[in-house]
Antibody
Framework: QVQLVQSGAEVRKPGASVKVSCQAS????????MHWVRQAPGQRLEWMGW????????RYSQNFQGRITITSDTSASTAYMELSSLRSEDTAVYFC??????????????WGQGTLVTVSS | DIQLTQSPSFLSASVGDRVTITCRAS??????LAWYQQKPGTAPQLLIY???ALQTGVPSRFSGSGSGTEFTLTISSLQPEDFATYYC?????????FGQGTKLEIK
């Protein structure tokens, strides 16, 4: 069965960086793009970006341009999201999610369990 | 970016009720809309894709409709496990925007 397992909670100081991992199993990793979504406490879901491990193509939300890097290690079936220049507003739960397509219609069908990143001095 | 506005933001209902949540897009997105359910402390779960297609394993009391700029999610007969927050998401552009969510609470 498809599973996305994320790394554990992190605490960082303002200005630091954090790298969250997402290990996939149960499917061919290179056949699906991986998206990253975050959720600040009590807030809506916010889309951050995606990376296609098969093609290497990527796209980031303008809200994170210059601060986000999404990569993958295909040998380990693992995707990574790194966010730099952290500020307190980046305190959130970060999710990875697999994009699937049925015909031409995409959706995020499997999600990781989430990783809490706390930014505090 | 496309903006998605859900209504209502909060909804109080009873077990057995029929409820409808609306999601309006700031511009047309054809049927490139998905609905998710999220319970506290857990990841969202896909309910509906392509505006009206039921994801495998999702109970048939959930249904979606709409196209263009207006979409609805309907739960035909609320069950205790349905009390959660619901989000719509557009997947027509590269913004992949989510709505602000609708919290469904027990009356």
């Amino acid at each position: 069965q498809v599973q996305l397992v994320q790394s554990g909670a992190e605490v960082r100081k303002p200005g630091a960086s954090v790298k969250v991992s997402c290990q996939a199993s149960g499917y061919t990793f290179t056949n699906y793009a991986m998206h990253w979504v975050r959720q600040a406490p009590g807030q809506r879901l916010e889309w951050m970006g995606w990376f296609n491990p098969g093609s290497g193509h990527k796209r980031y939300s303008q809200n994170f341009q210059g601060r986000i890097t999404i990569t993958s290690d295909t040998s380990a079936s693992t995707a990574y999201m790194e966010l730099s220049s952290l500020r307190s507003e980046d305190t959130a739960v970060y999710f990875c999610a697999r994009l699937t397509r049925t015909g031409t219609y995409p959706a995020l069908d499997y999600w990781g369990q989430g990783t809490l990143v706390t930014v505090s001095s | 970016d496309i903006q998605l506005t859900q209504s209502p933001s909060f909804l109080s209902a009873s077990v057995g009720d029929r409820v409808t949540i609306t999601c309006r897009a700031s511009q047309g997105i054809s049927s490139y809309l998905a609905w998710y359910q999220q319970k506290p402390g857990t990841a969202p779960q896909l309910l509906i894709y392509a505006a009206s297609a039921l994801q495998t394993g999702v109970p048939s009391r959930f249904s979606g409709s709409g196209s263009g700029t207006e979409f609805t999610l309907t739960i035909s007969s609320l069950q205790p496990e349905d009390f959660a927050t619901y989000y719509c998401q557009e997947l027509n552009t590269y913004g992949y925007t989510f709505g602000q969510g609708t919290k469904l609470e027990i009356k």
